[in-house]
């Protein structure tokens, strides 16, 4: 056998068969243990791990039936087998050993090779694991490598973690083709597999160069997941943090991106609702750096998902406190301008290298960030334009009629720092001078506090900052 060594108890009265069958036994590969007697068999037992028994019926002090009686009521078939060893082959000795829970039975005179079969394949049976399904790979974590999801995606290594699932780079075994796999955890089991499947791809498609490419939105035993384009590069929260902060001419041709794929959004009913650094990726193509955007749909799918259960996403709302606007932290009707408020905290910290609200207290940071006006930019960013701090704070304004649309917001920023806003033609970008409606509306859930409010994804960013590249 290739999975030696087993240890075999041989309870035997017969000395010569003993001796026999232990030194057999012992030359292919076997741990032997010996009992010429039912108690010492027992005895052997409470002091040692067996692998296998073989029994015989008629021995002394306690005959091999009562034996295998206490026996299984300890351990049944599966876990430890029995082998019935004996000259006892009436029917009705054989029927009571299988009644009493022996896994095989044999009669004496003993061919040992015989015995042999019998007893590799009792162990093969006891020691083959179970059929392992897709259901169980994906509670497993991290899903193990080599796992085939929906008999196309087959996962490769762990990428990094966020609030709503998990993120996997994984090969598309069709096309030959790297992939990125966030599994939506957050999401298994609280909707069908048909509504996640209706509604997931097309919350999730943006149809934008700045927007990850989704390439398919799939549900297996419950658990949706999405797959997408592999990123080479780093978030936004990897850059602030080597840097400390941002010239505001980076700041720029990072906003002017975000406000184009987010108004592309809004226009189409899809409101982010978790904008943020973390959610920023610069992805390092090989004709330059793209911005994009991640994660479009997904506090939708999961957030609205849960909580039409009366779940929470890990004790929390959707979305990260420190950039969410004041009417989702208010619990009030919101719509694509909540957007906006989180881009304005994202710009400022990328400007000052800090947040505009900090506290480590959660219930503080919700009230400053409901109530309190947010604080000058321009003492912590000295050579910042009056005007371009003017649409930092627009941005942040509590009442939402009173941010600035998307478009507005990037070109006056552009402008204000005296670079030429990209698009603009003759007077100005296009909507200019008007506010932002939103492009769809959502009802703020009630807040659990909870976890790490300060910098969370709630348990980390989404994705790492560096991640293999991808051939475009």
């Given at each position: 056998?290739?999975?030696?060594?087993?240890?075999?108890?041989?309870?035997?009265?017969?000395?010569?068969n003993?001796?026999?069958?232990?030194?057999?036994?012992?030359?292919?590969?076997?741990?032997?243990?010996?009992?010429?007697?039912?108690?010492?068999?027992l005895k052997?037992?409470e002091e040692r791990?067996?692998?296998?028994?073989?029994?015989?019926?008629?021995?002394?002090?306690?005959?091999?039936?009562?034996v295998?009686?206490?026996?299984?009521?300890?351990?049944?078939?599966?876990e430890?087998?029995?082998?019935?060893?004996?000259?006892r082959?009436?029917s009705?000795?054989?029927?009571?050993?299988?009644?009493?829970?022996a896994?095989?039975?044999?009669?004496?005179?003993v061919?040992?090779?015989?015995?042999?079969k019998?007893?590799?394949?009792?162990?093969?049976s006891?020691s083959?694991?179970?059929?392992?399904?897709?259901?169980?790979?994906?509670?497993?974590?991290?899903v193990?490598?080599?796992?085939?999801?929906?008999?196309r995606?087959?996962?490769?290594?762990l990428?990094?973690?966020?609030?709503?699932?998990?993120?996997?780079?994984?090969?598309h075994?069709?096309?030959?083709?790297p992939?990125?796999?966030?599994l939506?955890?957050?999401?298994?089991?609280?909707?069908?597999a048909?509504?996640?499947?209706?509604e997931?791809i097309?919350?999730?498609r943006i149809?934008?160069?700045?927007?990850?490419?989704?390439?398919?939105?799939c549900?297996?035993?419950?658990?949706p997941?999405?797959?997408?384009?592999?990123?080479?590069?780093?978030?936004?929260d990897?850059e602030?943090?080597?840097?400390g902060?941002?010239?505001?001419?980076?700041?720029?041709?990072?906003?002017?991106?975000v406000?184009?794929?987010?108004?592309?959004?809004?226009?189409?009913?899809?409101?982010?609702r978790?904008?943020?650094?973390h959610?920023?990726?610069?992805?390092?193509?090989?004709?330059?750096?793209v911005?994009k955007?991640?994660d479009?749909?997904?506090a939708?799918?999961?957030?609205e998902?849960v909580?039409?259960?009366?779940?929470?996403?890990?004790?929390?709302?959707v979305g990260?406190?420190?950039?969410?606007?004041?009417?989702?932290l208010?619990?009030?009707?919101?719509?694509?301008?909540a957007?906006?408020?989180?881009?304005?905290?994202?710009?400022?910290?990328?400007?000052?290298?800090e947040?505009?609200?900090?506290?480590?207290?959660?219930?503080?940071?919700i009230r400053m960030q409901v109530?309190?006006?947010?604080?000058r930019l321009?003492?912590?960013?000295?050579?910042?334009?009056?005007?371009?701090?003017a649409?930092?704070?627009?941005?942040?304004?509590k009442d939402?009629?009173?941010?600035?649309?998307?478009p507005q917001?990037?070109?006056?920023?552009?402008a204000?720092?005296?670079?030429?806003?990209?698009?603009?033609?003759?007077?100005?970008p296009?909507?200019?001078?008007?506010?932002?409606?939103?492009?769809?509306?959502?009802?703020g859930p009630?807040?659990?506090?909870?976890g790490?409010?300060?910098?969370?994804?709630w348990?980390?960013?989404?994705?790492?900052?560096?991640?293999p590249?991808?051939?475009?």
């Amino acid at each position: 056998m290739q999975q030696p060594p087993f240890t075999v108890l041989l309870v035997e009265d017969n000395p010569v068969n003993r001796e026999v069958w232990s030194l057999y036994l012992s030359n292919e590969g076997f741990e032997v243990l010996t009992a010429e007697n039912g108690v010492e068999a027992l005895k052997i037992l409470e002091e040692r791990t067996v692998d296998i028994v073989i029994l015989d019926v008629m021995l002394p002090q306690l005959d091999g039936f009562e034996v295998l009686a206490r026996l299984r009521r300890e351990a049944g078939p599966e876990e430890l087998p029995v082998i019935m060893a004996t000259s006892r082959d009436k029917s009705k000795d054989i029927v009571r050993g299988f009644e009493l829970g022996a896994n095989d039975y044999v009669t004496k005179p003993v061919h040992l090779e015989v015995l042999l079969k019998r007893i590799q394949s009792q162990l093969r049976s006891r020691s083959a694991p179970a059929p392992v399904t897709e259901a169980d790979l994906l509670t497993r974590d991290p899903v193990p490598g080599g796992t085939v999801l929906d008999g196309r995606f087959e996962i490769e290594d762990l990428i990094g973690r966020g609030s709503c699932g998990t993120v996997y780079r994984a090969k598309h075994l069709g096309l030959d083709r790297p992939v990125a796999i966030k599994l939506l955890t957050a999401a298994a089991g609280v909707a069908s597999a048909t509504r996640l499947r209706r509604e997931g791809i097309s919350a999730c498609r943006i149809e934008h160069p700045n927007a990850v490419e989704v390439l398919d939105f799939c549900v297996v035993d419950s658990v949706p997941f999405l797959v997408m384009q592999l990123l080479r590069g780093h978030s936004i929260d990897h850059e602030i943090r080597q840097l400390g902060r941002l010239s505001p001419d980076r700041c720029a041709q990072i906003l002017e991106p975000v406000c184009e794929v987010l108004a592309e959004a809004h226009s189409q009913g899809i409101i982010h609702r978790d904008v943020k650094p973390h959610n920023v990726f610069l992805h390092q193509a090989r004709k330059g750096e793209v911005v994009k955007v991640l994660d479009f749909g997904i506090a939708k799918i999961v957030g609205e998902n849960v909580l039409s259960q009366r779940l929470t996403l890990e004790g929390s709302l959707v979305g990260t406190p420190a950039y969410m606007a004041p009417e989702r932290l208010a619990d009030s009707q919101y719509d694509g301008r909540a957007d906006v408020y989180s881009l304005g905290v994202m710009l400022f910290e990328m400007l000052a290298g800090e947040r505009p609200f900090n506290s480590p207290d959660l219930l503080e940071l919700i009230r400053m960030q409901v109530h309190e006006p947010p604080p000058r930019l321009r003492p912590l960013v000295p050579d910042l334009p009056v005007e371009a701090e003017a649409i930092v704070l627009a941005a942040l304004a509590k009442d939402p009629r009173k941010r600035p649309s998307l478009p507005q917001m990037a070109y006056d920023f552009t402008a204000a720092i005296g670079l030429a806003p990209g698009g603009a033609e003759g007077g100005g970008p296009p909507g200019a001078g008007a506010r932002d409606d939103g492009g769809g509306s959502g009802s703020g859930p009630a807040f659990a506090a909870g976890g790490d409010h300060e910098t969370q994804d709630w348990t980390a960013p989404s994705w790492v900052a560096t991640v293999p590249e991808v051939e475009e």
